[in-house]
């Protein structure tokens, strides 16, 4: 049986099955066997509409014979592995195995038959789930603290530390902005499958599948008092590199790895400038790219006062160390509701307010696109005041 004119030849073959042949003037023919002849007019006039309407003829065999699993597990190895920053390696591998560990149904299904509404499900129902908090016992579980009889010194004075910790909050359902996240990095993934195994759509496409609504933007301001008391307890830290750190993070607006990476010799202080090397790069994560950022008159006197490090480091010291020190200094500043990351968006405000152009404060502060760095600012009242009160008023 054939469909003449079409480009597409059905013919049942000796075994019993159909095989479906398509030939088109201009494209290599396609061939392909099904058990019922409906299956096989199906695909045969979907892959011929396929072709009139990209004009051109993708083989889709690797999608339709790749799982979903197969293709996560590729983006590991290809993608994930390659992320400069170990933190975020360890963070991404993690929520992917998560993903292949819970949605094993979804994950069995061919890359060429998921589907948007199969991702809908899948968004639907994570949005109504609860956080896994770990089993009693193992490793990441989240417990209130006993605190046992008898935890005295030998003086018989209570610990300093005893009954410290807070009991754990209630379990509430995964956060909008996590789903969210989740997403994104499927997304990612479909891309990656468009790429390796010639995926005609990307079943998560923004057009396709909405994500949810997310209001988690950061608004947070420090004063100068403030600032000044955040500095005196990164002073009294244990670590001799915590206050330095902090304050240069703030001067110039660098992520904390990058200034972790830093090395004297990208350090230039006659021109007022240094090099960041293997910087954050979310969009292509086998691309290493190197950013030169200013230094500001104070950033200046804070680099010429730190130690030169045998290593070459500019800071010889640990995520960890940094990132412990640093909670615990703002908690002894009554400012824990700042984060060593709003040292960005006060920076990207105080360059808007400063009358910055656009493009120089996109450059000084690695934003690669103009609505991040409206995300980071955050206008002070006071400020968006003064600027009206020099518009001329019209009598």
Sequence with gaps: MAKKGSGVTIA????GSWRVQIRKVGFPPESKDFVNHKAADEWGMRRLAEIMATGRLVNRR???R?????????????????RPSEESRVAEEARLRRFLREEGHLCGHALAHVTPEMMEAWRDRRLTERPSRGKTGEVGAREDEVVPAGRFRKDGTLRANAARRKPSKPVGTIAPGTVKREMTLLKRIFDFAMRQYKLSANPLDHSLVDRPSVQDARDVRITVREWERLLKQCSASSNIWLAPFVELGLEIGARRGSLLKLLWSDVHLKESYIVLR????SRNASEVRTVEVGLSPRAIKIL???????DGRVFPTTREAIVGGFKRARIRA???HFRLHDSRHELASRLV???WDMLDVMRQGD????KSVARYYNAKGSHLGAKLAKIGRAD
């Design 66 to 82: 790749t799982t979903f699993a197969a293709a996560i597990e590729a983006y590991i190895e290809k993608v994930t592995s390659k």
């Design 62 to 64: 690797a999608a339709e």
């Design 12 to 15: 049942q073959r000796k075994n």
């Design 304 to 310: 010429e006062a730190i130690p030169r490090s045998l």
């Design 278 to 281: 293997g910087v954050k790069n």
């Design 367 to 370: 934003w690669r696109d103009p």
């Design 334 to 336: 009554e400012l824990e």
């Design 353 to 355: 307010e400063a009358g």
